[in-house]
């Protein structure tokens, strides 16, 4: 699935004024045809290289790849009351209750999805 569009990568990488070989060296790889693979959208990044960029140019991921972020977060938000009606079958233990009214404040409260998943970790 091409994210070619909503991919800053190769900006941030070009912003810099570093070359694919560079981030390649960086992370330890004999070539950087991945990485332009990834910078093109020809393929989603590995958490290894989208972990990678946001730490050289000090971004978070939504700025580096605002698409994929955008699609997961809705992506949960949809599935997260199926989930929802799947455990409210299942016998109530605290485990699944505090299952529940997390993945309720998900999508309730849409603005805070991204709170939501870091105060949980």
Same mark, same amino acid.
């Given at each position: 699935?091409?994210? /070619? /569009?909503?991919?800053?990568?190769?900006?941030?990488?070009?912003?810099?004024?570093?070359?694919?070989?560079? &981030?390649?060296?960086?992370? @330890? =790889?004999?070539?950087?045809?991945?990485? @332009?693979?990834? +910078?093109?959208?020809?393929?989603?990044?590995?958490?290894?290289?989208?972990?990678?960029?946001? &730490? =050289?140019?000090? $971004?978070?991921?939504? +700025?580096? $790849?605002?698409?994929?972020?955008?699609?997961?977060?809705?992506?949960?938000?949809?599935?997260?009351?199926?989930? $929802?009606? &799947?455990?409210?079958?299942?016998?109530?233990?605290?485990?699944?209750?505090?299952?529940?009214?997390?993945?309720?404040?998900?999508?309730?409260?849409? +603005?805070?999805?991204?709170?939501?998943?870091?105060?949980?970790?």
């Amino acid at each position: 699935m091409p994210y /070619l /569009l909503d991919s800053y990568m190769r900006t941030y990488r070009m912003k810099a004024g570093l070359v694919l070989k560079d &981030i390649a060296f960086l992370l @330890s =790889l004999k070539s950087s045809g991945t990485i @332009s693979r990834m +910078e093109k959208g020809l393929r989603p990044p590995t958490v290894l290289v989208l972990l990678t960029y946001c &730490i =050289l140019f000090n $971004v978070g991921c939504e +700025e580096v $790849v605002p698409g994929i972020v955008r699609d997961t977060k809705t992506l949960i938000i949809k599935r997260a009351p199926l989930l $929802v009606g &799947i455990l409210e079958k299942q016998k109530t233990t605290p485990m699944i209750a505090q299952r529940i009214k997390f993945l309720k404040g998900l999508y309730t409260n849409k +603005e805070c999805l991204h709170s939501n998943i870091n105060e949980g970790i």
